[in-house]
């Protein structure tokens, strides 16, 4: 069944049925639910679902902190101007509390890299958990050796990197360390960074020592370097794996281009070898939490009382072999909501699986949103362009309906207006799309392989059309 279809069949009758579901059922019947079906009560603090580590004993929290996407705050001194768009720096304080309540409610893996936040989260991460309060045995550090330049690739380097994650972490171990973004580049970009400067006997002897407890990978790209690092299991004993995986990815390899693979196979190769999985992106960057509506209607009939964000993180959390899922929580809201999911994890069936893997995903691949997921290794551009923000907007308006075909279309002046006005609100002029100028420096660092010029250039042509009414 095609899109137009399903909207003609399904869409408007799927919508009532979900808010005649949500209307009928009262908050004694559902617990304590508000009126857009949303939990208000408490979440416990003693539910928390854990996997056991099967080498360490490791009781870890199947929800973890990934500590890519920050709350942030305006730097002082720095006023937005036409020109120069407003600077804005991590809010450390927002961030304490954050740490603090997913502590407090049994969440014990902290996800970061030298990499993210423009190379300060792992020092934000490192206050936080200082400042909980909480014993260092309390919880788990995961950062990883991030020297994607090959201006890093030297030994000396690499281990001047190592040693900067425990500073910054405030930490003399760490409890899962990771070489971070195996795949893309490659075997020879594989070799460069790993192999040939003998950095990966380096974190070996670490891990024997017991600076690094657990080692691992994390893979985006070429499935040859994924297959590579499994064959020689024996030789480098992994520890644990970490892979994107959610219910759209599960059979589908189009997002992430041809020389990848869907996330069962993934998945079933690390479960086959007794790896333990810790999974990257189960909202894909947030996009499954913001699905369009006739989709947010079919999971809402399903399950009025819960988000759907909750689809996908007890799809992951129904899958055996996963030790924990990444969420990149920046505020509150977040964090109380992917809570609920696993205070305690209420399993998906083997039926309601297949229905999100076959069903729902053919459903979401129906609309051409780009598959960007925010993790901003893309940026910074050198030309200002705020890449991330461009294509959540675009894909914003898709989900919407307003990114219309033509001028004919019967919602033209009023999508044109949304997308228009609300481009101009979520990217300054001066970091909008029409400023690419195709270095494709961008390109080598996306882990989803998107021809970002190309994309850029596509949405600007698109924005002018608009402007001039020529679509």
């Known amino acids: 069944m095609n899109r137009r279809d399903f909207l003609k069949i399904g869409g408007t009758a799927t919508a009532a049925a979900a808010l005649a579901a949500c209307v009928g059922k009262s908050n004694s019947e559902l617990g304590d ?6 939990h208000t009560g408490e979440i416990p603090t003693d539910k928390m679902t854990y996997r056991t580590n099967p080498k360490t004993g490791d009781k870890v929290s199947l ?108 930490t003399d171990h760490i409890d899962y360390l990771l070489l971070h973004g195996v795949g893309m580049g490659g075997m020879e970009n594989f070799n460069n960074r790993y192999i040939n400067n003998k950095l990966l006997d380096y974190l070996l002897e670490q891990r024997a020592r017991g600076f690094i407890r657990n080692l691992g990978f994390s893979y985006h790209g070429d499935v040859e370097v994924f297959d590579y690092l499994l064959e020689n299991h024996d030789k480098y004993k992994w520890d644990f794996v970490q892979i994107q995986m959610n219910y759209v990815d599960w059979s589908w390899s189009k997002e992430s281009g041809a ?75 977040h964090l109380e909501d992917n809570l609920r999911s696993f205070c305690p994890l209420d399993p998906l069936t083997d039926q309601e699986q297949e229905w999100l893997e076959t069903e729902v995903a053919t459903l979401y691949y129906s609309y051409p949103t780009i598959p960007c997921n925010d993790c ?65 420096q961008c390109v080598i660092h996306c882990p989803q392989n998107i021809d970002i010029p190309r994309e850029l250039t596509r949405i600007d042509q698109f924005v002018e059309k608009l402007k001039q009414n020529t679509l």
């Not at 639910?33 to 949303?38: N, V, W």
């Not at 869907?262 to 479960?271: D, F, H, Q």
């Not at 898709?398 to 004919?408: H, I, L, R, T, Y």
């Open 259 to 333: 020389h990848n693979a869907g996330a069962k196979y993934l998945y079933e190769e690390l479960e086959k070898r007794g790896i333990p999985a810790v999974i990257m992106e189960p909202l894909l960057g947030g996009r499954l939490s913001k699905m369009p509506d006739h989709i947010v209607a079919t999971l809402k009939h399903q399950e009025p009382e819960n988000s759907v964000a909750s689809w996908a993180f007890r799809y992951v959390g129904s899958k055996p072999n996963v030790l924990t899922a990444l969420s990149g929580m920046t505020y509150m809201e």
């Open 63 to 170: 929800l973890g902190y990934g500590m890519m996407r920050l709350p942030n705050k305006p730097m002082s001194n720095n006023a937005l101007t036409a020109d120069k768009p407003q600077e804005e720096e991590i809010d450390q304080e927002q961030v304490n509390k954050l740490v603090k309540f997913a502590l407090d409610h049994g969440v014990n893996y902290f996800d970061t890299s030298p990499a993210y936040c423009r190379g300060h989260s792992e020092e934000s991460t490192g206050i936080a958990l200082k400042a909980s309060g909480y014993d260092r045995s309390k919880y788990f550090i995961a950062t990883k050796l991030s020297n994607f330049s090959p201006d890093q690739w030297s030994y000396a380097e690499g281990v001047k990197m190592f040693q900067n994650s425990l500073k910054y972490l405030q």
């Open 33 to 38: 639910i508000d009126p857009l079906g949303h």
């Open 376 to 440: 901003k290794y893309c940026m910074p551009c050198p030309y200002g362009i705020d890449i991330p923000s461009i294509f959540t907007h675009y894909n914003k308006c898709v989900n919407k309906g307003n990114v219309p075909e033509s001028m004919q279309a019967a919602n033209y002046w009023e999508a044109r207006h949304a997308f228009l006005v609300g481009y101009d609100r979520a990217v300054p002029k001066v970091r909008q799309a029409d400023h690419c100028i195709g270095c494709r």
